[in-house]
Nanobody
């Protein structure tokens, strides 16, 4: 059974840093592109970052460029999201999911195996 489990979210002060982890089981992680999404209460889900399988190339939402870094450790079946210079606007539930196209598609409906999410709260 394929399972994505997000962890690492917590309360953090503005300007702080946090690293989220997405542990994947049931598949070989190295075959797929993996993305992080987030959703704040009452708002639409938005893509945050994505990392591809070949060469580990990445892309980011404009709102997080320069602050967030996505990485992967295929041997550990884990994808990370390192977040720095956190803002109140980053408060959301963060999810990871798989892109079967392997190219970080813009079509959210293509992503599969969403995890339960981890809550990130940025507040003083």
């Amino acid at each position: 059974q394929v399972q994505f489990v997000e962890s690492g979210g917590e309360l953090v002060q503005p300007g702080g840093s946090l690293r989220l982890s997405c542990v994947v089981s049931g598949i070989t992680l190295g075959y797929y592109a993996i993305a992080w999404f987030r959703q704040a209460p009452g708002k639409e889900r938005e893509g945050v970052a994505c990392i591809r399988t070949n060469g580990g190339s990445t892309n980011y939402a404009d709102s997080v460029k320069g602050r967030f870094t996505i990485s992967r450790d295929n041997a550990k079946n884990t994808v990370y999201l390192q977040m720095s210079s956190l803002k109140a606007e980053d408060t959301a539930v963060y999810y990871c999911a798989l892109d079967p196209t392997t190219r970080c598609s813009d079509h959210t409906q293509l992503y599969r195996y969403w995890g339960q999410g981890t809550q990130v709260t940025v507040s003083s």
